[in-house]
């Protein structure tokens, strides 16, 4: 298979991306104009950050070359066009925000007539930008008495919550998901937004009908319960519709999972998992995320036809268990370049969850518990592991002939810490070699950048043998 | 004989001389944690439960390994303890997915070590009917899955029968844990302690003439000597006695607590009539009051507030596992809630094993002195 070299048209493509960037963000701030704009610059100064989304784009596309260039830069272009209509909702339709928990279903939402906001998607995006942008809200929240040992994710999140940094928002709906640290975090940011607050829960054993009815039941109250708090109003032709376009969505993902399988992969990293995230995570069942992610699927399909590696050298193929490295997000850009090492696939990303049934209100409802209940974070955090954590490991490896593991060991998701002994010997025993990289998610001062470039340094010279590429 | 050192030694080791000759006659032990779980429905037609501790754990080396050091220290300590073999005479043991770190416990226990019988309960993390009824059929289930591992009979007569004598015994622990609400108690929060975690420990028949004993006893006993300040006690699993005889030591009566492993409220009466298993479903479901369970944050926090009133205490302390997230997160709000209704509160964080004393009594000391006593 050939690779590519960045040339011209890739720098003129960086440019076009940078542009069009610009583009957004530029007619964002003409229609709010220039008063309400630094009026609200002041009032959530997390969005000076998202800003500089350039400077994530220049460092994704360091040394990427062609479709595979150019479907990271579509991406990032995808989730700033997707942050727009986000903070257009905090702007022009405050009367309607709700902020709901990560993993709870924005169709729901959507299809009430709601405008949801998630409080952790800053404290994702943020650091892929910034990546110290989340250390002065982890510290607000540990000089309130937070434990430090939190997760950052919801640690940050309570932060910006003490620190106000949220929409006014007419009520918070949260969940047991996906961990103890999550869930918890929400009574506390309930009583800092001083809003009405409602819990769904979700079982452990998620996977009987019995564990599926239950869960039905309780999207069905949160449903009522928001009909009570908000103006939100379920029509459930709307809920129908947007889930018909999930289902357009995943057909595009399936296929494009079908063609990282070939070695060396047509596309690989940010492309598969960031649209991922952004499309099925935040912004599940709209057109620009089919238009994405079919978008996506053209460029794997040209690469595939043409004989092209995403990644030029691939030598190794990884699988990422856990979040991707927030605070050192380039970290595949360095290890493609060093080593030759391709992400096919991440936890995060990876499912095998059926179509959505959208026959009836019933139906629709089923499927969407099911989809949350087994989606990335929350299968593998319930549910005994020996059923659900590691069967997805070794489907994944065996599936996309992937030659490693490598497990974003982030220290406060006790969930992995505390499966990484099993998972070794798991390993061991199978052959495939294990990296567990010991870093924050969010917080560079515990593990930085250079910090995690030697242990996978460590692990790519001791255990793979492998050279450096770029000495 | 000495009734202190008779219960601490009980406490000594999980499988004691009170598990052995019970195991000897026939009993079958089963291990369990944590409060979410029944253990009425361990005590009928020849099983026994044993609250699972790790008394004495030197450290845990081992279960680092598995669960790594960011793991509450009581779930790895039992890892230890398991690993080592100190578990074997259990029978089999039932966990409740309470949390992310007994959840992990049990996956790996259920590769390192898994006994002849294992299960492990889905709790819900809600109190209304659907989550009720949910504990209820989870129930259903374990009952199901006793009986055919062990054929033992837990149908309702036999359930109702072992809720009686689970009240009955609580009722005389609760009696005892009465007397330190006077203004001049005559038994410490230590040795009360003691009491309830040895109720854990052991068959708990064996320990009703002994208790009955200490319970009429206690009006002629003769009162604690001063103390200078009366404390309640707050938090989740906490089974070593000597924590608190730290703090007592140090002047700080512990008069009331509201632990996971305490008086309050898992010594509440159990409904008698019904059906056994949804009354089993309800109360501990609702009694435990652990922050694991959503929506319920006010009344976990009042609840603290009316207790230190009821007891007349003069301070709050709040000890908390390092690594817990529920408690972890939770605490920082009950630190506020608890100070904004004027009432003098601390927070400790602590490890498992009894460790750093000499930092726990300077804290204790500066919280009564800040306390004005």
Redesign the interface.
Same mark, same amino acid.
């Given at each position: 298979m050939e690779t590519t070299k960045p040339g011209l048209s890739d720098y003129l493509e960086f440019n076009k991306y940078r542009a069009i960037n610009l583009l957004h963000i530029g007619r964002m701030a003409a229609k709010h104009g220039p008063f309400d704009l630094l009026r609200d610059l002041k009032r959530y100064p997390w969005i000076w950050d998202l800003l500089k989304v350039n400077s994530l784009l220049k460092r994704l596309l360091v040394g990427r070359s062609g479709n595979y260039r150019t479907a990271v830069a579509m991406v990032i272009g995808g989730v700033v066009d997707g942050v727009i209509e986000l903070l257009e909702g905090i702007f022009y339709r405050s009367d309607r925000l709700i902020l709901h928990e990560d993993l709870l279903p924005p169709e729901i939402f959507r299809a009430m007539g709601l405008q949801p906001w998630v409080p952790e998607l800053l404290g994702i995006l943020l650091p892929m930008i910034v990546p110290d942008a989340m250390q002065k809200y982890l510290d607000a929240a540990e000089n309130?008495?937070?434990?430090p040992?939190?997760?950052s994710l919801?640690r940050a999140t309570?932060g910006m919550a003490m620190k106000n940094a949220f929409p006014n928002a007419l009520a918070v709906v *949260?969940s047991?998901l996906p961990?103890?640290?999550g869930? *918890? *975090?929400?009574? +506390?940011i309930a009583?800092q937004m001083k809003k009405p /607050?409602?819990?769904v829960?979700i079982?452990?054993?998620f996977k009987s009908e019995? /564990?599926l009815d239950?869960f039905a039941?309780?999207l069905k109250?949160m449903i009522s319960w928001l009909e009570k708090h908000t103006p939100g109003r379920m029509d459930w032709d709307r809920l129908k519709e947007i889930c018909e376009k999930r289902n357009a969505m995943a057909e595009l993902e399936l296929d494009i999972w079908d063609m990282i399988r070939h070695r060396p992969a047509p596309m690989a990293a940010e492309a598969v998992w960031m649209s991922h995230l952004w499309c099925f995570n935040v912004n599940p069942g709209y057109e620009a995320s089919i238009k994405l992610l079919a978008d996506l699927k053209s460029l794997t399909e040209k690469n595939l036809a043409a004989g092209v590696s995403a990644v030029p050298r691939e030598k190794y193929r990884a699988l990422l268990w856990n979040p991707p490295t927030l605070h050192y997000i380039d970290l595949m850009v360095w290890a493609e370049r060093t080593y030759g090492v391709s992400l096919i696939l991440d936890s995060m990303s990876f499912n095998r969850q059926s179509f959505i049934d959208t026959s009836s209100p019933d139906s629709l409802l089923k499927s969407l518990g099911s989809i949350i209940m087994q989606g990335p974070m929350a299968r593998h955090?319930?549910g005994? /592991?020996?059923a659900n954590?590691f069967p997805d490991i070794f489907h994944m490896v065996k599936h996309f002939d992937l030659d490693m593991v490598w497990v974003a060991g982030h220290?406060?998701c006790?969930?992995t810490? /505390?499966? *990484?002994? +099993?998972l070794r010997e798991k390993c061991r025993e199978a052959g495939i070699p294990l990296l567990v990289i010991d870093y924050d998610l969010m917080d560079s001062r515990i593990t930085p950048k250079e910090g995690i470039q030697e242990q996978v340094g460590n692990f790519m010279e001791n255990i793979m043998k492998a050279r450096r590429l770029d000495q | 004989m000495d009734t202190d050192k008779w219960f601490s030694k009980l406490l000594e080791d999980p499988g004691n001389d009170l598990v052995r000759k019970a195991m000897d006659e026939g009993q079958i032990p089963i291990g369990y944690s944590c409060s979410y779980v029944p253990d009425v429905m361990l005590s009928v037609d020849g099983l026994f439960p044993v609250r699972m501790r790790a008394p004495g754990v030197a450290g845990t080396e081992l279960a680092d390994n598995y669960l790594s050091s960011v793991i509450c220290s009581y779930t790895r300590s039992l890892l230890e303890f398991g690993l080592d073999g100190r578990y074997d005479f259990l029978q089999g043991w039932v966990f409740a997915a309470s949390c992310d770190h007994l959840r992990r416990l049990y996956d790996n226990l259920e590769y390192l070590r898994r006994p002849g019988f294992s299960r492990i309960l889905d709790v819900p993390h809600k109190t209304g009917k659907a989550a009720i009824d949910w504990y209820t059929e989870e129930l259903q289930l374990l009952a199901k899955s006793l009986t055919d591992h062990f054929g033992c009979n837990l149908g309702a007569a036999a359930l109702t029968k072992a809720i009686r004598e689970h009240n009955a015994f609580n009722a005389i622990l609760k009696a005892i844990g009465e007397h330190r609400r006077s203004d001049h108690p005559s038994i410490t929060g230590t040795e009360y302690h003691r009491l309830v975690i040895a109720a854990g420990a052991s068959p708990k028949k064996t320990l009703i003439p002994i208790l009955e004993k200490i319970r009429e006893d206690l009006p002629t006993r003769a009162p604690l000597p001063p103390y200078r300040a009366r404390l309640l006690f707050v938090g989740g699993h906490l089974d070593d006695p000597g924590y608190i005889g730290i703090i007592e030591s140090e002047g700080g009566l512990v008069v009331g607590d509201r632990l996971c492993t305490g008086s309050y409220p898992g010594l509440q009466p159990i409904p008698e009539t019904g059906d056994p298993v949804a009354a089993l479903a309800k109360y501990y479901l609702t009694k435990t009051s652990c922050p694991r369970m959503m929506e319920a944050f006010n009344e976990r926090a009042e609840d603290i507030v009316s207790l230190a009133r009821e007891y007349r205490a003069d301070g709050v302390v709040i000890q908390i596992m390092k690594f817990c997230d529920t408690w972890g997160v939770e605490a920082a709000s009950f630190f506020s809630h608890i100070r904004e209704a004027g009432i003098p509160v601390l927070r400790l964080e602590r490890d498992y094993r009894l460790g750093g004393e000499g930092q726990l009594r300077t804290r204790i000391q500066a919280f009564i002195e800040s306390m004005g006593k």
């Open positions: 309130e008495g937070i434990p040992d939190i997760c919801p309570i *949260s047991n961990c103890d640290g869930m *918890s *975090s929400y009574t +506390v009583q /607050a409602y819990w829960d079982p452990f054993d019995r /564990a239950y039941g309780e109250d955090t319930r005994p /592991a020996e954590y220290i406060g006790k969930n810490q /505390a499966m *990484s002994g +099993v | -």
